[in-house]
């Protein structure tokens, strides 16, 4: 089973700026489909971008316009890029690799997580 590990969280200011990593144990290219995953608090994980082996984009409209994400197969790497973040934006972020319906509607591999808070 793939293993994926995530990195480039942290604490960061309203406004300012994050890039997290998701580095896979196995070439990614045989999967359809990475994206990334957050949950806050007391609430559900949800999705916040995906990208295929296409380069088919899908994104949260919470966060369209401020985060791309990107997937580098020469490296088994997928990145979020997050811009003007938000204290909304706090949570755990997850990312997951799988096949398109798999990763988009939750299902697949999963990393163990990086943290992202976002507050002054």
């Known amino acids: 089973q793939v293993q994926l590990v995530e990195s480039g969280g942290g604490l960061v200011q309203p406004g300012g700026s994050l890039r997290l990593s998701c580095a896979a144990s196995?070439?990614?290219?045989?999967?359809?489909?990475m994206g990334w995953y957050r949950q806050a608090p007391g609430k559900q994980r949800e999705l916040v971008a995906a990208v295929s082996s296409g380069l088919q984009i899908k994104y949260a409209d919470s966060v369209k316009g401020r985060f791309t994400v990107s997937r580098d197969n020469a490296k088994n790497t997928v990145y979020l890029q997050m811009n003007s973040l938000k204290p909304e934006d706090t949570g755990v972020y997850y990312c997951?690799?799988?096949?398109?319906?798999?990763?988009?509607?939750?299902?697949?591999?999963w990393g163990q997580g990086t943290q992202v808070t976002v507050s002054s």
């Open positions: 196995e070439s990614i290219g045989r999967f359809n489909a």
């Open positions: 997951a690799a799988g096949t398109w319906g798999a990763v988009i509607y939750g299902y697949g591999n």
